[in-house]
Every structure is written in C-alpha cells, then in structure tokens.
C-alpha cells in the first residue's frame, strides 16, 4: 500500500517553528520513526511551500497511491484548489493538524480541506500523522 503524505506551507521548519506549539522535532525525524511503525507501507513524502507544488504532486503521484495524508498547514484554511484536487485523486485522504487548531485563533476553526476527507486529526502533535494512517488502513479494510 503506498500513501502520500503531503505538507504545506511552513511545515518544512518543524523543529524550529514555534515549539510549543508544533514540538522541537524535524518532520524529517519523525518520519523515519513512521517508516519504522508501517514497514509494510511505502510511505511518499512531499513538502512545499506553494499551493501550486503541492496540486501538482497530488496530479502527478495520486495515480499510484491507495490514501493520502495531508496537513495543508494555512492552506487548509484557505484553499479551495488544493481541496478541489484532493477530490480529484479520488482517493481516501485524512487532514491532520499537528496543534489543535479549535484551541488557536477562529480563523484556524474552518477548513475546506476537512470537508473533503474522510477524517481530520487536529492536537495530536505529530502522532497525530500516525494515527492517520491508520485510520486510512481501517477505512481501506472495511471496504
């Protein structure tokens, strides 16, 4: 089974950015662990900082993937595109959000990427991205 996990704008500085909200570990690190949790997956990462980069990874890889796991970041909050695209893949997706974004500022609270998954993970840190795909392993042995 192979899934994508995508993250947007500002994600590349986990470690750095704001540790009390996102943690003081790279996602990078963290990743190695998730490989380490799902050997039998082949888990494809992809970082961007631009809308249009990440549309263009979901187009261009979605056809081989069997889910998707995205933190869109403030696209989430924003981006009709970026949702649009995911529906377009056609695949099973969950949204996650490393802080909890009910906590932080009302702008944070609405998210189109939400109503185009099948879950949304929000103030789990970034186990939040492994209880992600397992929520994608459960949705794909019920159907």
Do not use: W
Request: charge should be negative; charged fraction near 20%; glycine fraction near 10%.
């Amino acid at each position: 089974m192979k899934v994508l996990i995508i993250n947007g704008p500002n994600l590349n500085r986990l470690g750095f950015r704001n540790p009390e909200l996102y943690g003081n570990r790279s996602f990078e690190d963290y990743l190695q662990e998730l490989r380490l949790e799902f050997p039998d997956l082949n888990l494809q990462y992809f970082q961007s900082n631009h809308e249009g980069a990440l549309i263009d990874f979901l187009q261009q890889e979605s056809g081989g993937a069997d889910g998707i796991v995205i933190n869109g970041g403030g696209l989430s909050h924003t981006s009709i595109s970026l949702a649009d695209a995911l529906v377009d893949t056609g695949l099973p997706a969950v949204e996650v959000h490393i802080s909890d974004v009910y906590a932080r500022e009302p702008f944070r609270h609405h998210s189109f990427l939400k109503a185009v998954c099948l879950f949304q993970i929000s103030g789990e840190g970034l186990k939040g991205y492994s209880m992600a795909i397992e929520k994608l392993l459960r949705h794909r042995s019920a159907v």
